[in-house]
C-alpha cells in the first residue's frame, strides 16, 4: 500500500494581538503528574464524504484557541516545578495521501501495523500531533498523539468533539474549564489520610519486568450487545445491587485473562482500574475540565479465589475497591500534592521526587493487570459532518496486561476490549474469551 506525504507542517491558534504579554506557566496538578509519562497514540477511521483537510485544519486552529494547553509545551516553572508554557507554539499536522479505499483496509487491528497512519511519538516536543490520512476514495484515518501530562481521554474526548463542532460552524456550549489551581485545592493545613506516594508513586525502582515491544501481542474482542445483555444476567441475578455492564465484563475479562496466563491458584493478582474524579471531587468539577483528573482502584484477590468464585464475586469486589475513591479520597491525594510540592521545594528535606506508578513502556504486569475504560467518551458524537467513526482503535499498546474497553463502531454496538498479552498467552485466550463457564 502506498503511501505519499503532503505536508508536514506546525499549525498554530489564531495569533493573539498582545505580542507583549507575559506567556504564562500552567504548573502540572497532581494528577497531571500521576498519568503516564508519555504520548498517547489513538486512531479513528470515517467513511466518505468527510470535509477537506483545508476546512479540518480550520477548524483544528479554531479549538486550539479554546485549549492552549495542547498548542504549548512542557518546561518547568520558576520553582522548578514541571509545568506547561502557553506559547501558542503550535500542534504538528501532517497530511498524506493513501493510494486505496478505506473500505479495503477495514477493519483496522491492533494486531496490524499502523504506524503508518500515526505521527512518531518518540523524541517529540508538540504536545498534540494529528495525522490527516485522505483514502482514494474520500475517506479519512485521522492518526493523534497526545502528551498524557496535558489531559486524560475525557478531556481529549471532549477536545476531539469541539473539534468536530467547529469544522460543522456550529458553537461551543458549553466552553472548557481550564483553571487547573480550582481542581487542586488543599485543605488549611494539608492532611493526606492515605500512603499516596507508594499508592500513586514509588521510587524510581520499578517492580515490574521489561520486555521487548515484539514480545507484547495487542488482540481486540468484540462482545455484543446480547452477549453483555447475558453476562449482566449473569451477574446480577438474585442479588440486591446491579452491578454496570463495565464491571461485569471487568469481572469476566480479569477471570478469562488469569486462566489464559496459567497463573498459580496462591498468587496474588490485582487490577489497576482508572477512576475519573470529576464528580468525585468537592465540590464536584465540570466535565468540561480540561487536564488530568483521575486515580486508580485496586481490586486484588488471590489466582484461585478469582477463578473458582462466580463473576459476581469478582464484580463485587471490583465494585467495593472503585468506591473506596469518594470524595475524600480525593481530597487526601490534594493535599498529598501539596505537601510533596513543599517538599521537593526545599521544605522536607531529602524526599524523593515523584515518580508515578504509571507503567512504562514494555512493562509486563502480569500477574496483574492496567484498565482503562472509554465507554463514557461519547466518540459517537464525533462527527465532522459525514457522520461518526466507523473505527475507534488505540493502534499500539505497549505495556503487557494493558486492558481498554472501547464502545463498538459496529452495527448493533457492544463493546470492543483492546488486550496486549504476551504471544504465549494469546491462543489461550482467544478460546476461551466469550465462555461464561
Request: with cysteine; net charge negative.
Amino acid at each position: 500500500m502506498a503511501i505519499d506525504l503532503i505536508r508536514n507542517t506546525i499549525l498554530k491558534p489564531p495569533s493573539s494581538s498582545d505580542a507583549d504579554a507575559v506567556v504564562p506557566r500552567v504548573p502540572l496538578t497532581i494528577f497531571d503528574q500521576a498519568a503516564f509519562d508519555l504520548h498517547v497514540a489513538v486512531l479513528y477511521a470515517f467513511r466518505p464524504p468527510m470535509p477537506s483537510n483545508e476546512a479540518l485544519k480550520e477548524g483544528l486552529s479554531k479549538a486550539l484557541f479554546h485549549y492552549p494547553h495542547l498548542a504549548g509545551r512542557l518546561t518547568t516553572d520558576q520553582c522548578d516545578r514541571p509545568a506547561i508554557i502557553l506559547n501558542n507554539a503550535g500542534i504538528r499536522i501532517i497530511e498524506t495521501f493513501v493510494s486505496t479505499t478505506l473500505a479495503d483496509q477495514l477493519p483496522f487491528t491492533p494486531s496490524t501495523d499502523l504506524t503508518h497512519l500515526l505521527p512518531p511519538t518518540q523524541g517529540v516536543e508538540e504536545l498534540l500531533q494529528i495525522q490527516l490520512n485522505r483514502y482514494a476514495c474520500g475517506g479519512l484515518v485521522i492518526g493523534q498523539t497526545a502528551h498524557h501530562h496535558v489531559a486524560d481521554g475525557q478531556s481529549m474526548s471532549s477536545f476531539f468533539i469541539a473539534w468536530a463542532k467547529l469544522v460543522r460552524g456550529l458553537p461551543l456550549d458549553p466552553l472548557p474549564y481550564h483553571d487547573r489551581s480550582a481542581v487542586s485545592v488543599p485543605r488549611n493545613p494539608p492532611s493526606p489520610e492515605f500512603d499516596h506516594r507508594r499508592i500513586e508513586f514509588r521510587k524510581c525502582a520499578t517492580s515490574h519486568s521489561i520486555t521487548s515491544l515484539s514480545s507484547i501481542a495487542n488482540i481486540a474482542v468484540h462482545f455484543s450487545a446480547d452477549f453483555i445483555a447475558n453476562l449482566k444476567v449473569k451477574v446480577n441475578e438474585g442479588g440486591k445491587h446491579r452491578y454496570s455492564a463495565f464491571e461485569c465484563l471487568l469481572s469476566h475479562m480479569w477471570k478469562k485473562v488469569t486462566m489464559a496466563r496459567g497463573l498459580a491458584e496462591e498468587e496474588w493478582t490485582q487490577v489497576r482500574v482508572a477512576v475519573n474524579g470529576r464528580a468525585r471531587m468537592k465540590p464536584p468539577v465540570a466535565m468540561e475540565y480540561f487536564g488530568n483528573l483521575v486515580l486508580w482502584a485496586y481490586p486484588k484477590l488471590r489466582v484461585g479465589e478469582l477463578l473458582k468464585e462466580s463473576h459476581k464475586y469478582v464484580a463485587k469486589a471490583i465494585h467495593e475497591a472503585v468506591a473506596k475513591l469518594d470524595s475524600e479520597y480525593f481530597q487526601s491525594f490534594v493535599d498529598f500534592g501539596e505537601m510533596a510540592a513543599g517538599k521537593e521545594k526545599g521544605g522536607g528535606g531529602g524526599e524523593e521526587k515523584l515518580v508515578a506508578t504509571a507503567p512504562e513502556v514494555g512493562t509486563v504486569m502480569c500477574p496483574n493487570l492496567e484498565v482503562d475504560s472509554w465507554l463514557r467518551f461519547e466518540f459517537h458524537d464525533l462527527d465532522f459532518g459525514g457522520g461518526g467513526p466507523v473505527a475507534l482503535l488505540p493502534p499500539n499498546m505497549p505495556v503487557e496486561g494493558l486492558i481498554i474497553f472501547v464502545p463498538s463502531s459496529k452495527e448493533g454496538g457492544g463493546m470492543d476490549v483492546f488486550v496486549a498479552l504476551l504471544h504465549e498467552h494469546v491462543q489461550l485466550f482467544k478460546q476461551i474469551s466469550h465462555s461464561l463457564d
